[in-house]
């Protein structure tokens, strides 16, 4: 058995060696390396606590991906602050059952604080929109858009949280290109389906198409649509015209959700807050905190105007489960708001960087990013082998390999050639994607680490890995 100076022991090792994780995260190697082991059995005895921390500190050394570093620019992956990584482990020690006031007080009230915190960071009325913290924005469009189809439901006299979809016309889900895979996983989960999805788009990079939408909305049959803004295209960094959008909602009866997983971040500043305009008229929200908010994985959130809407839909009851009310006073149960039930307290780290950082220090780390991104934009002009992809205003910078001499139609195999040797250096992590037809790198910004040596040293390891490729005759004759 764990005595409890072993467990002194474990975490004052651990914390060592965590100091020196984080103290060396801006030099080690960004991607993984070593080979992965072969999968043992299970042993019949085990080899001890210290042992057993001491193996996952060897394998974290040789296998982790340095996504808390500054030079990881894949995902729109955000670091860690201090504060929410003190918070996270606050929240490992006291191992709360945030699904209830019942079971956790403390992880119940904070995240009904850290809720109005974020509405009021995104300059939402706090008393208007409710919501709760969700795995990441792939549950948060997942309950948003099931509060859409509950609403859709109810306009024609069904409840489908208990009488399901059977007999109902199907549900048209009108979007843009620049709509995110997730939103189809959550129709797919919700019994909607992926090709419930219809896209209105005017070009190669998505665009809305604002007449075709409306005259589709202009000629519905079997009622109302739910439609889909996206706040902050994966690739681009682009948004939908939320605002014109919302005018468009308004006037056929149509639910808006919005899918901010990290272009919501956009209204914290003055100088891209115009970007997300109409997002205050929406029905439902979904973002990230792990993102841009830079808290640790996992970390999503969801904002609703109709809380009563994601309670029928996720409502839990059991007569083992606390009551909504007790001896006359309320119980908060956010787990009947959300898919989860068992529910870790992710409002600790939340709460934590919001007190510590407020609203001007979140501000003050989204417009460095934004001077990051202007950077990457410049030095790209200023190459003579490099192409800006698009030209976006936040954080997500698409650009590609075009030295002269090089066919264009042998770019994409240069630019997949290039992103796997950028990976297999080392020394920075960039993603790579197929966008406006072409094969392209998209760094994107986010971790409060990051600075404009950074990014320099992006542009330098994605031109000497095209370099090499050239010199290795890639792409071929």
Request: with cysteine.
């Amino acid at each position: 058995m764990t005595r409890d100076d072993d467990v002194q022991n474990l975490l004052r090792g651990l914390a060592e060696w965590s100091i020196a994780y984080l103290e060396g995260v801006g030099e080690r190697r960004v991607s993984a390396g070593g080979a992965r082991a072969e999968l043992a059995t299970l042993p019949e005895r085990g080899v001890g606590d210290t042992a057993a921390v001491e193996r996952l500190r060897d394998l974290a050394d040789v296998r982790s991906v340095a996504s808390a570093g500054p030079r990881f620019f894949h995902w729109v992956v955000g670091g860690v602050t201090p504060s929410a990584l003190a918070a996270d482990w606050l929240a490992s020690t006291v191992d709360q059952i945030a699904s209830s006031t019942t079971g956790s007080p403390l992880g119940v009230d904070l995240e009904e604080q850290a809720m109005r915190w974020l509405a009021e960071l995104f300059d939402l009325d706090a008393d208007t929109w409710s919501g709760a913290l969700t795995t990441g924005a792939t549950t948060a469009n997942f309950v948003g858009l099931g509060a859409a189809r509950q609403w859709w439901g109810a306009t024609h006299g069904v409840d489908v949280a208990e009488s399901g979809l059977a007999g109902l016309p199907r549900v048209p889900v009108l979007s843009s290109g620049f709509v995110h895979a997730s939103v189809e996983k959550a129709l797919a989960m919700l019994g909607l389906g992926r090709g419930s999805c219809e896209r209105f788009a005017r070009d190669n990079r998505g665009t809305l198409d604002v007449e075709a939408l409306r005259a589709r909305l202009a000629g519905l049959e079997h009622g109302p649509a739910i439609v889909v803004a996206t706040a902050g295209e994966v690739n681009s960094g682009r948004f939908d015209p939320i605002d014109e959008l919302a005018d468009l909602c308004a006037e056929h009866g149509a639910w808006l959700h919005v899918d901010g997983a990290f272009g919501l971040f956009a209204r914290v500043s003055p100088r891209t807050r115009t970007l997300a305009r109409g997002v205050e008229r929406a029905d439902s929200i979904a973002s990230d905190a792990h993102k841009w908010l830079n808290v640790p994985y996992d970390c999503g959130f969801v904002l609703a105007r109709e809380k009563s809407l994601l309670a029928k839909t996720f409502r839990l009851a059991a007569p083992y489960l606390p009551p909504s009310t007790s001896g006359g006073r309320a119980v908060s149960v956010p787990a009947n708001l959300v898919p989860e039930c068992s529910r870790r307290a992710r409002a600790l780290p939340v709460f934590a960087t919001l007190l510590a950082n407020g609203r001007a220090g979140v501000r003050e780390m989204v417009e460095r990013h934004l001077d990051l991104a202007a950077h990457l934009r410049s030095r790209i002009a200023e190459a003579d082998d490099l192409e800006l992809v698009d030209d976006g205003e936040l954080n997500v910078v698409p650009f590609r390999l075009a030295p002269q001499g090089v066919r264009r139609r042998d770019l994409d195999a240069l630019n997949a050639d290039a992103g796997r040797r950028v990976l297999e250096d080392g020394r920075v992590y960039v993603g790579m994607t197929r966008y406006r037809s072409v094969v392209c790198f998209r760094p994107a910004i986010a971790n409060w680490r990051t600075r404009t040596a950074d990014v320099d040293l992006l542009v330098d390891a994605v031109r000497q890995s095209g370099q090499r490729a050239l010199r290795d005759g890639v792409p071929g004759p």
